[in-house]
């Protein structure tokens, strides 16, 4: 069974730009969450999505914002990208919103903002 | 202050040691608390899940603890191998309610041959 697919790895983008990453789940999962990696914050919880509905946000400002499909697959867009934007952004998948539902993450995308 | 906190911030070690990494929370109540590793470059990995009931659990080499009463956990390596290097992250899992994971800052281990 494929793991979970994040498009695209690595990304360099401008200040004042705003960018789409994709996640593609586990084949059968349908809760989706997005993270942000960075040095300084460590991982923090930006949303969850579950059948096709956001059901939790993270303390981010509106800049953040995602969707996810009718085949679970998800997108997350950030608007007006700041410098502190620059992070792995990572994607996880579970097949229900259980607990005790392992997660599972993808790679991630390394944004850079410049 | 975090709500999750972990130490060492780094730790190396030879291989074939043992470690032990340790969590202190003050999320509570909790439904579940997980450790994952991260190699470089790469997502977190699930290594443990326990509830808030559970002492201990195992997978292979690493096993983790719980202490509800002191809110710690720890997660214990045994006979280290170099494929061990990586960053070890504690994540307290809220009540129903709220999905919202809360990460500690991690431990980043190297295991020096």
């Known amino acids: 069974k494929a793991g979970v697919t994040q498009t695209p790895r690595y990304l360099i983008k401008t200040r004042g730009q705003q960018v789409t990453l994709s996640c593609s789940p586990i084949?059968?999962?349908?809760?989706v969450s997005w993270y942000q990696q960075t040095p300084g914050q460590g991982l923090q919880f930006l949303f969850e999505?579950?059948?096709?509905?956001?059901?939790n946000k993270g303390n981010f400002p509106g800049r953040f914002s995602g969707r996810q499909f009718s085949n679970s697959r998800s997108e997350m867009n950030v608007s007006t990208l700041e410098l502190g934007d620059s992070a792995l952004y990572l994607c996880?998948?579970?097949?229900?919103?259980?607990?005790?539902?392992?997660?599972?993450f993808g790679p991630g995308t390394r944004l850079t903002v410049l | 202050k975090n709500q999750v906190e972990q130490s060492p911030q780094s730790l190396i070690i030879l291989e074939g040691k043992n470690c032990t990494l340790q969590?202190?929370?003050?999320?509570?109540?909790?439904?579940?608390l997980r450790w994952y590793k991260q190699d470089t470059g790469r997502g977190p990995v699930s290594l443990t899940i326990m509830t808030f009931s559970e002492n201990t659990k195992s997978n292979g080499r690493y096993t983790a603890t719980l202490d509800a009463d002191t809110k710690q956990s720890s997660l214990h390596i045994t006979a280290s191998q170099l494929s061990d290097s990586a960053s070890y992250i504690c994540v307290v899992i809220p009540p129903s309610g709220t999905y919202k994971y809360i990460f500690g800052t991690g431990t980043r281990l190297k295991v020096l041959a």
């Open positions: 969590c202190n929370y003050t999320v509570s109540p909790f439904s579940n």
């Open positions: 084949s059968g999962h349908r809760s």
């Open positions: 996880a998948s579970s097949s229900t919103r259980a607990y005790t539902d392992t997660q599972y």
């Open positions: 999505y579950f059948s096709e509905t956001q059901r």
